[in-house]
């Protein structure tokens, strides 16, 4: 009996797009220590690092979720 296979594509939200970003050496090898000293890969070590910049400029809330760093829905505390 012959088995289908069918592609599974994953989320649109689970797929990452490759770019390889042009930096300086001496950056990179500080870069790749903070990343070994913080126990992350280079790459997941930068796409934190964005995530913090994003979350900064932002103002303080998680991407996309309207809810600030520390958790209170933003607007709402009672000071």
Same mark, same amino acid.
């Not at 012959?2 to 770019?19: D, G, H, N, Y």
């Not at 903070?34 to 991407?63: C, F, H, T």
């Not at 809810?67 to 209170?72: F, L, N, P, Q, T």
């Given at each position: 009996? +012959? #088995?289908? $296979?069918? &592609? =599974? %594509?994953? +989320?649109? !939200?689970?797929? =990452?797009?490759?770019?390889? +970003? ?9 870069? %790749? &220590?903070? &990343?070994?000293?913080?126990?992350? !890969?280079?790459?997941? $070590? =930068?796409?934190?690092?964005? @995530?913090? &910049?994003? *979350?900064?400029? @932002?103002?303080?809330? @998680? +991407?996309? #979720? ?5 958790? %209170? *829905? @933003?607007? #709402? !505390?009672?000071?």
């Amino acid at each position: 009996m +012959p #088995t289908l $296979q069918r &592609a =599974i %594509e994953p +989320p649109r !939200s689970a797929v =990452i797009s490759p770019f390889l +970003p042009r930096i300086d050496p001496e950056l990179g090898a500080d870069l %790749e &220590a903070w &990343a070994q000293d913080e126990l992350r !890969s280079v790459n997941g $070590q =930068i796409e934190y690092l964005l @995530k913090q &910049a994003v *979350m900064k400029r @932002k103002g303080g809330q @998680k +991407p996309g #979720t309207g809810v600030e760093s520390g958790g %209170e *829905m @933003k607007g #709402t !505390s009672d000071s």
